[in-house]
């Protein structure tokens, strides 16, 4: 179960299926992520907090119980589907959008984005987890910045 979960229901396994490689798994799980936790936002603040509590949830304790025979591995998706979560908190699509995009970059880039590669190097699933959190954060601050001055 954990390993189904760390994947994102099988979603950074797609591009070692396709290309054999899993570089970009993270951006596709964002993807598959974005849509439902935007739409879960539709439902109300109160579903939508829930929601991205339980994913971090989730992947915490998925990647602690792989992290240490499998590392960071490139199919454990489920730290970027929480980063995703965190960075659309209460964004309809266009804000959103620009959460996501500024999200990745931060998770990509790290050492441009302040604090990312800090909590990187953190040990365990801490690591895996946190420095997706904190890159969310970064998105979520350009998505609000989005909304209230283009959109």
């Not at 964002?30 to 509590?53: E, I, T, Y």
């Not at 990745?104 to 302040?114: L, Q, S």
């Amino acid at each position: 179960m954990a390993r189904l979960i760390a994947s994102f229901f099988g979603t950074g396994l797609i591009l070692r299926g396709v290309r054999g490689s899993d570089a970009g798994s993270g951006t596709v799980a964002s993807v598959f992520a974005f849509p439902v936790a935007v739409l879960l936002g539709g439902l109300g603040p109160l579903v939508q907090v829930l929601s991205v509590v339980a994913v971090i949830g989730l992947a915490y304790w998925s990647v602690s119980t792989i992290v240490g025979a499998e590392g960071d591995a490139g199919w454990i998706v489920i730290d970027e589907a929480a980063g995703t979560f965190v960075a659309v908190i209460a964004f309809t699509w266009l804000p959103g959008l620009v959460a996501l995009v500024v999200f990745r970059a931060a998770d990509i880039f790290k050492g441009v984005f302040p604090g990312v590669a800090t909590v990187d190097r953190a040990p365990g699933a801490l690591g895996v987890v946190g420095d997706d959190l904190v890159a969310g954060l970064y998105g979520l601050a350009a998505g609000l910045a989005a909304s209230l001055w283009v959109f």
